[in-house]
C-alpha cells in the first residue's frame, strides 16, 4: 500500500514525465513539420502528405527508415530552424527510439489527410481507375483513400510523388510487398502514369 504522504510526490512525477513525453513529441513533429508541412500536410509534390495515414503504417514506414530498408535521399528543409538544409529521413529516424517513433506516429495518425491541390489529366485518370479497380482494390480500399488498410493513402496524394514512389518500386530501390509485387510487375510506364493521376485526381 503507498503511503498517503508518497502520493502527491507520485502524481506530480508522473505529470513531469507525461509532459516531458508530449514535449519531446512536439520537438518531433516540429521536425516533421519542416518538410511535410503542419500536420503532415505537405505543400510541396516530393514530399508526401503524412498527417491522416494509419499509426500502423506510419510506425512501419518510420522502422524501416530507421533500418535503411527504404531509400533515404537527401531533401531541403522548408521550413523551421534547419531551413535551406540538407537531411533525409533515414537520419531522422536513426535518431528516434521505439516509443519516440510510437508516439509520433500516433500523434500524426489523429491529423486529417489534406488532399493536394493539383491538376491530373482526366483521360489518363479514368483508365487509372480500372486499372486500380482491377489489381489494387484489395489492399488499397474505397479508391486508395481508406487509412485503415494500414498501407498509406492514395486518394488525394501528390502525383509527384506516386512518381518517384513507382520509380523506386521498379528499380528494386524499395521492396514491394510480396503480394503487390506480381500484380505490380505487369504494369507498364504508360499504366502507372494512368494510376498517378487517378490518385491524384481525388479531391
Excluded at 48 to 64: C, D, M, Q, R, W
Excluded at 68 to 97: H, I
Excluded at 115 to 130: F, I, P
Excluded at 144 to 158: E, F, N, V, Y
Aim: charged letters at 20%.
Amino acid at each position: 500500500m503507498t503511503s498517503n504522504w508518497l502520493r502527491p510526490w507520485m502524481m506530480a512525477a508522473a505529470f513531469a514525465l507525461s509532459a516531458s513525453a508530449r514535449a519531446d513529441v512536439a520537438v518531433t513533429l516540429e521536425t516533421c513539420a519542416a518538410c511535410h508541412g503542419k500536420d503532415g500536410a505537405s505543400a510541396t509534390p516530393e514530399v508526401p502528405i503524412i498527417g491522416g495515414y494509419s499509426a500502423t503504417y506510419l510506425t512501419e514506414s518510420l522502422t524501416n527508415y530507421k533500418n535503411k530498408a527504404r531509400p533515404c535521399p537527401k531533401a531541403t528543409y522548408n521550413s523551421g530552424p534547419l531551413k535551406g538544409q540538407s537531411g533525409d529521413m533515414c537520419t531522422v529516424a536513426a535518431a528516434l527510439a521505439d516509443a519516440d517513433i510510437a508516439a509520433v506516429a500516433d500523434a500524426l495518425s489523429k491529423k486529417p489527410f489534406v488532399r493536394a491541390k493539383q491538376t491530373a489529366d482526366a483521360a489518363k485518370a479514368a483508365h487509372g481507375k480500372q486499372i486500380h479497380d482491377a489489381n489494387c482494390t484489395k489492399c488499397h480500399t474505397e479508391g486508395g483513400s481508406s487509412a485503415d488498410d494500414d498501407a498509406g493513402i492514395l486518394a488525394g496524394q501528390w502525383m509527384q510523388y506516386i512518381h518517384h514512389t513507382f520509380e523506386e518500386f521498379k528499380s528494386g530501390q524499395r521492396p514491394l510487398p510480396k503480394k503487390m509485387k506480381p500484380k505490380f510487375d505487369v504494369l507498364s510506364p504508360d499504366d502507372l502514369d494512368a494510376l498517378a493521376n487517378y490518385y491524384g485526381s481525388v479531391k
